[in-house]
Structure formats: C-alpha cells, structure tokens
C-alpha cells in the first residue's frame, strides 16, 4: 500500500556536508588521485559545490591542467605532482590527508592495489571508482589489513558501479521489508551516448571489457558468456528513451550476488550512435582476445580511435541513463532509475557523494562494496543518492517504481497480442499465440497479482472493495477526531484512447464522496487522476518531483450535491461547469480534498493498483483461453 513503490520521485536538493554522519567532512583535506583527467576534475568539481570548505589535492603528472582546474576551483584548492607508480611519493602525499580519491584509471589489468596499500599503511581513508572485477575482488583482499590499521575504504564508488550498487540495495531492502517475496531476478542496464564526454579513459575501459568474458548468475549458478552479446531493447524513460543493451563484465554482478543473496545477476551496456555498437560487437568478435587483454596494445588503439569518438561526441551528446530492475518471488517487479544530461557532470557527483559518506563516519573501518551496509549505512543511502542526483542537468531519478510507470511509452495490456501474434498466426497456431503472449506478459514490466488486498491502508482509506472480476475499487475513511465526515472514492480506469496508432497512458476516473455527521446530503466530486511529467503539473499542484520526474495529480472535473441514500444516484443540485468557475475557487476545491487525503499518494496508489488489477485479469483471461484451445 502506503510504500516506497508508491513514493513521487526523491527531491533533488543537495545534502550539505557535515552532520549526516558520525563527524563532519568539512576542511578534510582530500587527495584526487587522476585530478587532471576528465573524471577526476569532474569530482573535485563537484566536491567543491557539495562542501566549499574542503582542501582539495589534485593529484597528477600534467602540470599545466592542474593548474589549469587549480584556478578554477579556488583558494582551497592546489595541484600536487604524484606519480602513483612510485610508492614513497604516494605515501609522502597522503601523510597529511584524511582521504584519496582513486580515480586513475583503468583499472583493467591493474597488477596491483599499489593505491589501496598506501592509504593502509599510511591510514587513511580511501575510495576508488574502479569498474573491474578482478581489480576490486584485489582490493576486497585487504579487506583485514585494512580493519587492523583502522581505515575504512570503499572500491567501485564510481556512478556505474557504485550509485548502481546502491539502488539495487534500496531495491532489495525495500523488498525484504515490505515482505514483498524473496528477490529473484537483479539486472543492471546501463546507457552512454559516445563516450559520455569522460575522455580516453573510458574507451580504454570499453575495450579492456571487450577481452574478458561475461560473468552472469542464473539460479545462483556462475556462467560465463560472450562479450556484447545477449543484446535487449531497454526504456530509459523520457529524455533517454530505448536503447539497445548487451551483456559486459562488470563487478557489480559477482559483488551483489554475494552480498545481496540475489540468485539471477546480469549487467547490459549500449551506446550511442547505434554504429558504436556494431563496432564494439565487430571489436569483441575479431580483433584477438591476447590484444585485447593487453593494456598497452590497448591505448594503441585508443589513440586510434579517440580523435574519431571525439568528433562524434559533440553529435551524440554524453547523456547517460542507469536502470536497475529488481524481480521478486511473489510477481512483484521495481526499478530504480538515474538518467542525466551529461556523464561527465554527473560521474564527478556520484564519486563526490561516496567521498563524503566516508568522511562522515558513513563507512566501517575495512574495504567494503558501496552496497554492503558496513560501506554506506542503510540509513545513508538517501543522502550518497541524492548527492549523486543533484547536479544539475538531471532528467529523472526515481526509486522503487512499478516499471510501467517509468517508461517512455507506459505498456498498455491487451494490444500485445495482435501485434506479437499476427506473425504466428499467419503460420497457424492459437494456442502458440496465447502461449507466447502469457510468457511475455509474465515477464513483462507489469506484476502479475493485484497486490494490495481488502483490508490495506492508504492515507487513512481502507480498500474496501476490489473483485478480481470486477473494473473498479472502493476506498473508505471514517470520520476521526478532525473530520468529523465519511469519505468514499470508487474509481476505475479510462476507457483506452489512441493518438495516431499508439495507445495514451490510461488515467483513472475517480468518484469522491463526503458525507457529514448529521447531514443527508453529500458532496460529490468527478475527478481524473493521471500520470505527469512536471511540466504538465498544474499550477496549484501539491507534488513533489525532480527535474523530468514522473508523479501523478488529479482534477476535479464536476462538483455536485447527490442523494445521501446513494452515494452515485440523481443529483439533487448541479452547479455550472467546473472549468468555468474562478480559479482561485477551483483552487480551493480541490485544497478542500487534498487536505481530507485526495493527495498524489492516493493517485499513485490508485494508477499502480488499477494497472496491475486489469494485468491480472488480461493474464488469467490468456489463461482460460490456453485451456479451452488445449483441450
């Protein structure tokens, strides 16, 4: 009911450093390891905006850039040369530091943790953003030298892993919580378009991948596939859309099947222009794997290719997208969703974000995974995301949604059959036809069950009628100590309509009844509650959402007096047409049902509630039909 699956997008406001932890990040002075590069300027960028009085280190060989982003970021800021290949000079450098930022890379084919050791033995605090499996299964290793030294340390605190690790973590506790069923199915779909503006150093990284084959879990079996293979057409959502995604070696995979208990793991990667992608495929099929694997063959090909990626980056923009959907037992599917203008904005503040957590006392001495409670408290999972979601540029970010509700083109049941099974048809077959269209409704974005029973609450109404036979559903308040009213809302879903040939999301009519103590008659309001972008909210709306979130609100379409004997008989008053009257009145209407719980978390209750319902039925429908034709 009342639950996160429900809850409008989380606010984007940045949490100010100090105060979220055991101690406070301010004037901590922090070493940025691979400060001069894309990523790692990104990050001091962002950690200056998050918490002004930090001392900032950049750390790195070029000289003339640190001095360059030095300018930039201000008095507290200063450009130290380190080479991180020399054990004396890093350690040297982090006497005088409470934490380093690992951002370096590649990671890919590192020998060593040379980073991790030093800031061991030196004791002090550490995050890297590597994207590596081998590197960060090395780096978990010192997990006991670095809980005897007193150090806690984070590795793949990047964006994707690591603001990803921390969804599917929300995901999952929240499932576990809610006694939503035992999580079953966890995939991780990531989106960039070119190089997402982060330089040479992800193209290393892309084609280092495309030499290591797939490690994925089904039925908590390990399987290992080929690279960029097993490609998915994923939805994104608005300003992102759907993109085509295939399978990569990533260490979120392994780090929460072991930690999240999860038994099916995948993780999908695609790119934009769609050629990228063909590229990659071509890459990973014929140029040999012993090139691939090899690190300095591999910038080789990075100086090839980069003037052309770059050239093409200021076509394909650098958006970049993260979806995370979670399956569970009962039927019962969320996704979390991140999507941005730029990556390399938004990588700066998801690596600044973990900074901070570590700094404030957030993670337990020892070198953790971002989704293991001991590196970031559960109950600083909030604050790391919303840090990571607030620079500016975007486009949504919401958490623990149905994934209907988050995509492009919301599903709409019951269309699917005729455009998935007029090619089956055309080779005879109905039941191959309902057969095909139960499996892929059953593994399609919406639940399987109505959820939600008689009995639930939802700000203060209790659901006190859904028939799995019947369209409708009836909500119930009883007068309390402040309204000394009854209020009533049935409700049911539009009649579909088209624009063109493609199917507009389904709204919900909803009936509001109040009925005062002492009073025969009663007030009734015809609303439609429906799903919105914020710029399609109206001007008095009450919601809350981010930039380019999706929420729902509702309007009052007719308002009347009706007969106490039955709550939806003959009008005894009907007043002019509700669009007509002042609106400063229909203001106060509509004020007058959201302070007795008409609110967004009713609407989005009654949008999620009613769709899966009628998913419900369209399924036992194919159903029955599957057994008349069987027989």
Request: net charge neutral.
């Amino acid at each position: 009911m009342a639950r996160a699956a429900l809850h409008i997008s989380m606010a984007i406001s940045p949490t100010k450093c100090g105060g979220n932890g055991d101690k406070s990040a301010e004037n901590s002075r922090v070493l940025i390891l691979g400060g001069t590069g894309r990523v790692g300027g990104s990050t001091a960028t962002a950690l200056s905006k998050l918490c002004p009085s930090l001392q900032l280190l950049i750390a790195g060989r070029n000289r003339e850039k640190g001095a360059a982003l030095v300018s930039k970021l201000g008095k507290n800021a200063e450009f130290v040369e380190v080479n991180i290949e020399s054990t004396n000079m890093l350690e040297k450098t982090l006497e005088d530091v409470d934490l380093v930022v690992h951002a370096a890379g590649p990671f890919q084919k590192a020998e060593n943790c040379s980073v991790l050791e030093a800031a061991i033995s030196t004791k002090t605090a550490y995050v890297d953003i590597c994207d590596d499996t081998d590197y960060s299964q090395k780096a978990k290793s010192f997990h006991s030298e670095a809980v005897a030294a007193g150090v806690p340390a984070i590795t793949t605190g990047g964006i994707y892993p690591g603001v990803s690790n921390v969804m599917a973590a929300e995901l999952v506790h929240s499932a576990k919580s809610e006694n939503a069923g035992e999580p079953e199915r966890l995939r991780f779909f990531y989106y960039t378009a070119g190089s997402g503006g982060a330089g040479p150093t992800i193209l290393a990284t892309s084609f280092l991948l495309l030499g290591e084959d797939v490690i994925a879990y089904n039925k908590g079996e390990m399987i290992k596939v080929k690279p960029y293979s097993g490609v998915l057409n994923i939805d994104f959502g608005k300003g992102i859309g759907k993109r085509d995604v295939y399978l990569l070696n990533l260490p979120e995979v392994r780090s929460t099947y072991e930690i999240l208990g999860v038994p099916n793991v995948s993780a999908r990667f695609g790119t934009a222009p769609f050629f990228w992608n063909w590229g990659m495929q071509a890459i990973a099929n014929f140029v040999p794997m012993e090139i691939l694997r090899d690190r300095s063959k591999v910038q080789q090909l990075v100086q090839i290719f980069n003037p052309l990626v770059r050239a093409i980056d200021g076509i394909a923009g650098e958006r970049v997208a993260i979806r995370v959907d979670l399956e569970c037992s009962n039927g019962r599917s969320t996704v979390g969703l991140f999507t941005h203008k730029k990556l390399s904005v938004s990588v700066g503040y998801s690596i600044a974000a973990f900074a901070l957590a570590v700094l404030e006392g957030s993670t337990q001495h020892g070198v953790w995974f971002p989704e293991e409670p001991e590196g970031i408290a559960i109950d600083a999972r909030k604050v790391l995301l919303e840090r990571a979601v607030a620079a500016e540029g975007t486009i949504n970010f919401v958490m623990n949604k149905p994934p209907w509700l988050v995509e492009t083109d919301p599903k709409e049941i019951g269309l699917g059959i005729y455009r998935r099974g007029t090619a089956l048809l055309r080779d005879g077959g109905l039941l191959q036809v309902l057969r095909s269209e139960i499996n892929h409704e059953l593994s399609s974005s919406c639940e399987s069950s109505c959820g939600d029973g008689v009995g639930s609450e939802v700000e203060g109404f209790m659901l006190e009628w859904t028939e799995v036979r019947t369209q409708d559903v009836v909500l119930r308040r009883q007068p309390d100590h402040i309204f000394c009213e009854e209020i009533a809302v049935s409700a049911l879903l539009a009649p579909l309509q088209f624009q063109d040939k493609d199917p507009l999301p389904r709204d919900v009519l909803m009936k509001v009844c109040i009925k005062k103590a002492g009073y025969d008659s009663v007030l009734r309001f015809d609303c439609r509650a429906f799903c919105c972008d914020k710029d399609q909210l109206l001007p008095w709306t009450t919601m809350e959402t981010n930039d380019g979130g999706i929420g729902s609100d509702f309007t009052i379409r007719k308002a009347y007096c009706s007969s106490s004997v039955d709550y939806l008989g003959k009008c005894k008053s009907v007043g002019p047409i509700f669009s007509s009257l002042d609106p400063q009145l229909q203001k106060a209407l509509k004020d007058y049902l959201v302070v007795r719980g008409i609110t967004p978390k009713l609407t989005n209750f009654l949008l999620e509630h009613l769709h899966r319902k009628e998913h419900s039925q369209y399924v036992n429908w194919l159903r029955t039909m599957e057994g008349i034709v069987a027989k």
